[in-house]
C-alpha cells in the first residue's frame, strides 16, 4: 500500500513543452508514488501523448523537472535515457508493431535491444511466450500483425509491454477504437499485470470506463477473476490527472473527480454507467 513514503517512480515538476510557439505542456506537476496508477483524462490535442514521451525522454521538455524512479533525469542525454527505458514498459497509442516481424519478434524486440536486458536466446524465447501466454496469445508467436485483429494486436502490445518486467508501465490510449467488450477485455489485463506484479502504471484514456475498472477492481489470482475492490485500499491508490490545453485542471481521487463542477472536467465522467 503506497504512502508519502513510498518511492518516487515518476514525477514531474513544473515541466512545460512547446514546439516552436506553440506551448503544448504548461507547468504540469504531478508524483506517482510505487504501486500507484494514474490515469490521464483530456480532449483530443490536450498534450496526453506528449505528457507520456515526456516522461520517457522522447520529448524534451522546455522547462521544469522530471524525476524517474528517484533520479532527476532532465536534461539527461540520448544514450542515458536509453537505458533509463529499459525499466519503463510501453504500448504506444499508435501500437508501433512492427509489420514486417512476426508477433514472436515484435514481442522479444525490446529484450534484443537493449544491452542492460541481455540473457541467452532460450531466456529470450521463454519470456516472449510467457508474455503472449499472459495475454492468450500463445498460438500465434510465427503470425504478422497483419494477420491479427485489432483487439489482438493490441494485446501483443502489452506482452510486448510487460515482456521485460518494468517496474513502471506506460498505456497510451489502449481502448481506443475498440468495441466494450474488447476494450474491458485489455483493461483486464492491464489491470492483472498491475496487481501481479505491483507495476506503478500510467495510462492515457479517453474511456472514463477504463478508470472506474483500474480504481474499482482487482485481479484475483485465485479465480483469474476481476473482482470489485472493497473498501477505499485500491482506489486509493489510483488518481486521475485531468489535462486541458497542456495544463493539469484536476489531480485527485475518483471520488473527487465525480465530485468536481468543472465543466470541462465533467465532460470525463460517467456516473453508473456501468464498465
Ligand atoms: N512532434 C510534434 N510537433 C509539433 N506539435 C506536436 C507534436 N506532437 C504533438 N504536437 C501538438 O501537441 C498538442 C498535443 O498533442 P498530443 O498528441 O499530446 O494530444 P493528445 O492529448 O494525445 O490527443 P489524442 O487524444 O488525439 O491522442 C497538439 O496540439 C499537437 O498538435
Ligand atoms: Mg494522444
Redesign the pocket.
Known amino acids: 500500500m503506497p504512502d508519502s513514503s513510498s518511492p518516487v517512480v515518476l514525477a514531474f515538476d513544473r515541466v512545460s513543452l512547446s514546439?516552436g510557439g506553440?506551448t503544448?505542456l504548461r507547468e504540469v506537476s504531478f508524483a506517482m508514488r510505487r504501486g500507484e496508477s494514474m490515469i490521464v483524462l483530456?480532449a483530443?490535442?490536450?498534450?496526453?501523448?506528449?505528457?507520456l514521451k515526456t516522461a520517457l525522454g522522447l520529448l524534451t521538455a522546455t522547462s521544469g523537472r522530471i524525476e524517474l524512479f528517484g533520479e532527476d533525469v532532465t536534461g539527461l542525454d540520448e544514450q542515458a535515457w536509453y537505458e533509463r527505458r529499459s525499466h519503463v514498459g510501453v504500448l504506444f497509442?499508435e501500437g508501433g508493431l512492427f509489420d514486417s516481424l512476426t508477433i514472436e519478434e515484435n514481442v522479444a524486440y525490446p529484450m534484443l535491444n537493449q544491452p542492460r536486458l541481455a540473457c541467452p536466446e532460450e531466456e529470450v524465447i521463454r519470456r516472449v511466450q510467457e508474455s503472449l501466454n499472459f495475454v492468450e496469445l500463445g498460438h500465434t508467436l510465427e503470425k504478422f500483425p497483419s494477420e491479427l485483429s485489432g483487439g489482438m494486436r493490441r494485446r501483443v502490445g502489452i506482452a510486448r509491454a510487460i515482456v521485460t518486467q518494468p517496474d513502471l508501465l506506460l498505456y497510451d490510449?489502449p481502448t481506443a477504437g475498440l468495441d466494450p467488450i474488447t476494450a474491458n477485455t485489455i483493461i483486464a489485463l492491464i489491470i492483472k499485470g498491475r496487481d501481479m506484479r505491483h507495476a506503478t502504471t500510467f495510462m492515457?484514456t479517453?474511456r472514463y470506463q477504463d478508470g472506474q475498472l483500474l480504481a474499482g477492481f482487482h485481479h484475483d489470482e485465485a479465480t483469474g477473476q476481476l473482482l470489485p475492490v472493497n473498501g477505499q485500499r485500491e482506489t486509493g491508490r489510483t488518481h486521475y490527472l485531468v489535462?486541458r490545453e497542456g495544463a493539469v485542471v484536476f489531480d485527485g481521487s475518483a471520488t473527487e473527480l465525480e465530485a468536481s463542477r468543472d465543466p470541462y472536467v465533467r465532460r470525463f465522467v460517467r456516473r453508473e454507467e456501468g464498465a
Open positions: 514546439f506553440e503544448v483530456g483530443a490535442g490536450s498534450g496526453k501523448t506528449v505528457l497509442q490510449s492515457v479517453h489535462l
